[in-house]
């Protein structure tokens, strides 16, 4: 389910045009900066949380939580051009994700709090979003 939700993820953000990579936390981490092209958008699998247990333990409505990250290389702008190059590109992401029902969900992505972008000394700019979509496990 959490492949089939990333992939269709992929898919709704390259009909845009804006997409880069399907990417775990750890892959981020292991870039290598002065390689990555930008802008960049990438997707993390957040992870999964529980929100409510039923008949017994054998359900369980859970949350998935999809992290977009958008990359920006910052060093050759100043703050109000990064600012100002990012943000379009920030506001599609979301309008095209918010309130959108993957196939095989019955519930739609919500958009939720998310870290504060990021800086590195290398000159780029991570911009993280993140999505909640809400499902039903039950035990066979």
């Known amino acids: 389910m959490i492949d089939q939700l990333l992939d269709q993820t992929k898919a709704r953000l390259e009909a845009l045009g804006i997409f880069n990579d399907h990417?775990?936390?750890?892959d981020i981490a292991g870039i290598e900066?002065?390689?990555?092209?930008t802008p960049a958008v990438s997707i993390i699998y957040g992870g999964l949380q529980i929100t409510d247990n039923a008949q017994n333990g054998?359900?369980?409505?859970?949350?998935?939580?999809?992290?977009?990250?958008?990359?920006?290389?910052?060093?050759?702008?100043d703050a109000a051009t990064l600012y100002a190059r990012?943000?379009?590109?920030?506001?599609?992401?979301?309008?095209?994700?918010m309130g959108w029902t993957?196939?095989?969900?019955?519930?739609?992505?919500?958009l939720a709090g998310a870290p504060e972008p990021l800086f590195t000394q290398e000159g780029f700019a991570y911009f993280p979003l993140?999505?909640?979509?809400?499902?039903v496990i039950k035990a066979s």
């Open 23 to 26: 990417l775990t936390a750890a």
């Open 33 to 37: 900066e002065v390689q990555q092209q």
């Open 58 to 77: 054998k359900a369980a409505k859970v949350s998935d939580r999809v992290g977009i990250v958008i990359t920006e290389r910052f060093n050759e702008y």
């Open 86 to 97: 990012t943000a379009p590109l920030i506001e599609q992401t979301i309008a095209h994700l």
């Open 102 to 110: 993957p196939d095989g969900y019955t519930n739609h992505l919500t």
């Open 130 to 135: 993140e999505f909640d979509i809400a499902r």
